[in-house]
């Protein structure tokens, strides 16, 4: 949670397919460090759904503060069976870090997300 960026090696290529890096400055004010869940109306739109990369200052808009949670049902259709590049994010270690801490109704909270998330993305590979 340092000053650090996280770099674009293995987080781009399975997550943003961004140009420079997420610097944890602005990415964990905007991202982790808000109380409220993740909501999921303009989380699609803004995220899933537009062909440019997320920058920060749109990303923390469209991406916290929407009117409805994600439940983990609607999540992985939207989220995980989009392809984000030339393939989609896969089942596999990726739902067990990410989807596996949320399986119920409810929804994913920014303290268990930022653990389960970040501290995966940390590492020298990506998230498959």
Do not use: C, Q, W
């Not at 999921?40 to 923390?60: D, G, K, N, V």
């Amino acid at each position: 949670m340092g000053p650090e960026p996280i770099h674009m090696t293995s987080f781009s290529r399975a997550y943003l397919h961004a140009p420079e890096p997420i610097h944890m400055t602005s990415f964990s004010r905007a991202y982790l460090h808000a109380p409220e869940p993740i909501h999921m109306t303009s989380f699609s739109r803004a995220y899933l759904h537009a062909p440019e990369p997320i920058h920060m200052t749109s990303f923390s808009r469209a991406y916290l503060h929407a009117p409805e949670p994600i439940h983990m049902t609607s999540f992985s259709r939207a989220y995980l069976h989009v392809s984000m590049g030339p393939e989609p994010i896969h089942m596999t270690s990726f739902s067990r870090a990410y989807l596996h801490v949320s399986m119920g109704p409810e929804p994913i909270h920014m303290t268990s997300f930022s653990r389960a998330y970040l501290h995966v993305s940390m590492g020298p590979e990506p998230i498959i």
